[in-house]
């Protein structure tokens, strides 16, 4: 237990003096953040929530990679990066690969991830990414067609983290992305100054996992943190059972019993072939449509939410339709079916209090 308390002095120490270094570098791109959502009002009657097209998405977002990948060779893990790479190649992505273990009860992937973040926060503006797309060395890559461009999200929207859940609702790390500004410093930062007695286990989630959520849930940087549906991009495989469909861009081969090695073997040989039956083309999946309504969704709750907080006062169940709202906001808006009932609820409030 000293010991424990004593690297996480370190951590904190370290993630000091790193703050500390890029006082000026941070101060910069914090002006460079991006505009708040316009305070739009809200045409209530008629309204369609998530109905329209939607924002397009930007195919100049700069991207890169990262990953983790160190100990016994393992030429399924490597060829499972090697799918990754042929993505990259495609669609113009960095990728970065960390080779050595740190240290042995240090936070892996958080730490590196900062490593990586503050290696790109230190380019000139136009040559450092913009986002940062963490892979584990377990997923691969099916359908080269997919950019990871489409999942970000559109300029108004305040958003830091994209993260996926899985089936008992917690984080799930094999895929998300972190964007690279100031606000993602300060948050790997706390992640790292997390004790390591204060970190949440469970069988699902590892201690960088765990530390990772415990830092998102955080009411100081949840606002900025948004789940999306995980089969568009961390679709498991549940011993020999894939839950994505045709076309979904990856596949996250976790250890849930079978033979993991055959099962990732599979698919390699797939991928590999002459005709990959996982290649579809963008534009023959429902993926653009999903997202654009996934965000659609998001600005329509924004919006509605700033219409309740004007007509609040004395009216309970405007007060409790929007807290629901603000809820599934912050921990379930990849739930269609949660967040489109509690828009209505709250929709049906501001009816009833007109």
Request: contains cysteine; charged residues 25%; hydrophobic residues 40%.
């Amino acid at each position: 237990m000293p010991q424990a308390r004593t690297m996480a002095a370190r951590c904190r120490l370290l993630a000091l003096v790193v703050l500390i270094s890029l006082g000026v570098i941070t101060l910069l791109q914090s002006l460079q953040r991006t505009p708040s959502i316009h305070d739009i009002p809200l045409s209530i009657r008629g309204h369609r929530f998530g109905s329209s097209s939607g924002p397009k998405r930007s195919p100049s977002i700069r991207i890169k990679k990262v990953s983790a990948l160190f100990g016994e060779p393992n030429y399924l893990y490597e060829a499972a990066l090697a799918t990754h790479e042929r993505h990259n190649a495609l669609h113009g992505y960095q990728m970065q690969v960390l080779r050595e273990r740190i240290h042995a009860s240090f936070l892996a992937k958080p730490a590196y991830l900062m490593s990586v973040l503050v290696e790109e926060l230190a380019k000139p503006w136009d040559e450092r990414a913009q986002w940062l797309a963490w892979v584990d060395p377990d997923t691969l890559v099916l359908n080269q067609q997919i950019p990871l461009e489409l999942f970000m999200p559109p300029p108004d929207e305040e958003i830091n983290l994209i993260a996926t859940h899985d089936d008992d609702g917690y984080f799930n790390g094999g895929v998300f992305f972190l964007k690279v500004d100031s606000w993602s410093l300060e948050f790997l930062i706390q992640v790292l100054a997390v004790p390591l007695t204060d970190r949440k286990h469970h069988v699902s989630l590892n201690k960088d996992h765990a530390a990772l959520e415990q830092i998102m849930e955080n009411q100081r940087f949840r606002s900025r943190v948004t789940y999306q549906p995980r089969l568009w991009y961390n679709a498991f495989d549940y011993n020999k059972t894939y839950e994505g469909e045709s076309g979904n861009l990856m596949v996250h081969l976790l250890d849930l019993g079978g033979d993991k090695w055959a099962r990732m073997d599979k698919y390699l040989g797939n991928v590999t072939s002459k005709v990959n039956p996982h290649e579809v083309p963008l534009e023959q999946t429902t993926y653009e449509k999903q997202v654009q309504s996934f965000w659609k969704r998001m600005a329509d709750s924004r919006k509605i939410l700033k219409e309740a907080k004007l007509k609040e006062k004395g009216h309970d169940g405007i007060k409790e339709a929007a807290r629901r709202l603000k809820f599934a906001l912050d921990f379930e808006t990849d739930n269609e079916v949660v967040i489109r009932g509690a828009y209505d609820s709250l929709l049906k409030a501001l009816y009833e209090n007109k």
